[in-house]
Nanobody, 126 residues
Framework: QVQLVESGGGLVQAGGSLRLSCVASGRTVSSYAMGWFRQAPGKEREFVAGISFSWSGGTTSYADSVKGRFTISRDNAKNTVYLQMNSLKPEDTAVYYC?????????????????WGQGTQVTVSS
């Protein structure tokens, strides 16, 4: 199995940028489809971005709310997945989680992911 540790969260003004990192240990990230999710207080966990298995081409997908602003990427040599977040808005404020899954499909569904990190807080001030 794989262990995931997120970092890179913090406080940023609206319009600013952050890059989240998710370092994996135990197994290589190329073995998994990876996703980023977020959860704001009082709300359900929601899909942000995903990247498919390396063997399937590493196709990326995004929630409509972040499309054009966020970019997910994977560095297999560093066993790390990134989420570059630009043009941040106050509504992006949430705890961001990295997740890994071994099954095909269900990219946007939290229940399809087998492994989760502990989360990192992102706060965007207006």
């Amino acid at each position: 199995q794989v262990q995931l540790v997120e970092s890179g969260g913090g406080l940023v003004q609206a319009g600013g940028s952050l890059r989240l990192s998710c370092v994996a240990s135990g197994r290589t990230v190329s073995s998994y489809a990876m996703g980023w999710f977020r959860q704001a207080p009082g709300k359900e966990r929601e899909f942000v971005a995903g990247i498919s298995f390396s063997w399937s081409g590493g196709t990326t997908s995004y929630a409509d709310s972040v499309k054009g602003r966020f970019t997910i990427s994977r560095d297999n040599a560093k066993n790390t997945v990134y989420l570059q977040m630009n043009s941040l808005k106050p509504e992006d404020t949430a705890v961001y989680y990295c997740a890994a899954k071994t099954v095909v499909g269900g990219t946007t569904i939290p229940g399809r992911y087998n492994y989760w990190g502990q989360g990192t807080q992102v706060t965007v001030s207006s």
